[in-house]
């Protein structure tokens, strides 16, 4: 082959290659690196089978999902939320649905805000099980070798949380959740959060367009990002005062989400 029809062909090719990449940013729900790891990294049921995963907030949204989906893979599990009777029926359901038995799933409730109780949880899961994997982890255990964090940066997530949300009354919450269909379904958060624990990814993005692009822009165009927030800032308070999502008012015109 000529040199000439080499780099006619690169410069035939390079744009095509541009527009499929920008097609498939468009249509990404999570970084790249994470979604080369779905494609091509190691599966969670290879990896996280029989480990011992201690998962916070367990009762609801991301936290219950990830009880669910960890049960089906045969690690062992430590449920902790503040109200013992979710966490309860969160572990009845992991028994129902899950691959586990009732001696390998831990209930342990407790306020994570309570520093103090952190100790004798910690000592608790370590007389049950011997070890663990914690869903939260503070950075300063880098300072610990073959402990590995994984930060997570999940965008809007179907899921409780906007229920309990505060408004502009600080004994007052939502209430009601609105039309969550625009977000990312919990289900597809927790898999690919299963995807970077398996591959030992140190930091992902999961989230929907537009705001995946949103948390590029911020990453490596923050004052462009600083003009986008600004612009809707005032409209997401004035949203939430009313008791509803923040971000329902220009987004429900999204492509919907299945559950």
């Known amino acids: 082959m000529s040199w000439e029809l080499a780099l006619w062909l ?10 499929v990449q920008l097609v498939r940013f468009l249509r990404a729900d999570g970084d790249l690196t994470l979604l080369w790891a779905e494609w091509q990294g190691r599966r ?7 480990m011992v995963v201690w998962v916070t907030g367990a009762s609801s949204g991301i936290g219950e999902e990830l009880a669910y989906q960890l049960s089906k893979l045969g690690v062992y599990l430590v449920l902790s939320a503040r109200r013992a009777q979710e966490l309860e029926r969160v572990k009845r359901r992991c028994l129902e649905n899950g691959n586990l038995k009732g001696k390998d799933i831990l209930v342990l409730p407790f306020d994570l805000t309570d520093r103090s109780t952190h100790e004798a949880a910690t000592k608790a899961v370590l007389q049950e099980f011997g070890r663990g994997f914690f869903n939260a982890l503070r950075t300063e255990l880098t300072a610990y070798p073959g402990i590995i964090i994984s930060n997570i940066c999940p ?12 408004t502009e009354e600080v004994t007052k919450i939502v209430g009601r959740d609105g039309d969550q269909s625009y977000k990312m379904s919990t289900s597809r958060c927790v898999r690919l959060m299963l995807i970077s624990m398996a591959n030992d990814l140190k930091e992902v993005w999961i989230a929907d367009q537009p705001f995946l692009l949103l948390g590029y822009l911020w990453q490596y165009m923050p004052t462009w990002a600083w003009w986008i927030t600004n612009k809707f800032a005032n409209k997401r308070i004035e949203t939430f005062k009313r008791g509803m999502d923040a971000d329902s008012s220009y987004f429900s015109t999204l492509r919907k989400k299945s559950n």
């Open 10 to 19: 690169l410069a035939l090719c390079a744009p095509l290659l541009l527009v």
């Open 44 to 50: 969670p049921e290879w990896e996280l089978t029989d």
């Open 155 to 166: 965008g809007p997530v179907q899921s409780s949380i906007v229920k309990n949300a505060l």
